[in-house]
């Protein structure tokens, strides 16, 4: 797969992105630290989980060493998201948004998650289909994207 910014790094400049705006943009403060932490929290857990699954399943978790994919997840927290990692990392910047306390930092969150359908798990999802065929569409059928 050729995909030039690994999602760890994608997330970490939409934070960045984020921070900029908060910082320069001060229309619809707000600040929850306890929205914060608990998001962060929450999404930290859900990527995590889905880190574990796949090192039980023996698998790559680096989206650029597709070679290493060796079986399909479809259990525990994937039976639930395809997606629980890049759903983790949106939780933490939605999370973060709190933290920094500004509404418009939130639309670093959309930012995102439209980055990653776009350029991370639609060519994830066509190489997973090449290689998995029904079984994947089957598993796409019954399980969502996101949540």
């Known amino acids: 797969m050729k995909l030039k910014i690994p999602p760890v790094v994608v997330c970490a400049l939409f934070a960045v992105l984020m921070w900029g705006v908060a910082w320069n943009f001060s229309l619809l403060h707000f600040r929850s630290l306890y929205v914060a932490g608990i998001s962060i929290l929450l999404g930290g857990g859900v990527a995590l989980a889905g880190v574990v699954a796949f090192r039980k399943a023996q698998t790559t978790v680096h989206p650029q060493k597709f070679d290493g994919c060796k079986a399909l997840v ?13 759903l ?13 306390g500004e509404m418009l930092a939130l639309l670093g969150v959309v930012g995102f998650v439209l980055y990653m359908n776009y350029f991370q798990i639609c060519p994830e999802e066509q190489m997973l289909k090449a290689k998995f065929g029904a079984t994947f569409e089957k598993y796409c059928q019954k399980t969502r994207r996101w949540l």
């Open 74 to 86: 479809d259990s525990g927290i994937y039976a639930l998201s395809r997606n629980p990692m890049y």
């Open 88 to 100: 983790g990392m949106a939780i933490i910047l939605f999370g973060w948004a709190f933290w920094l």
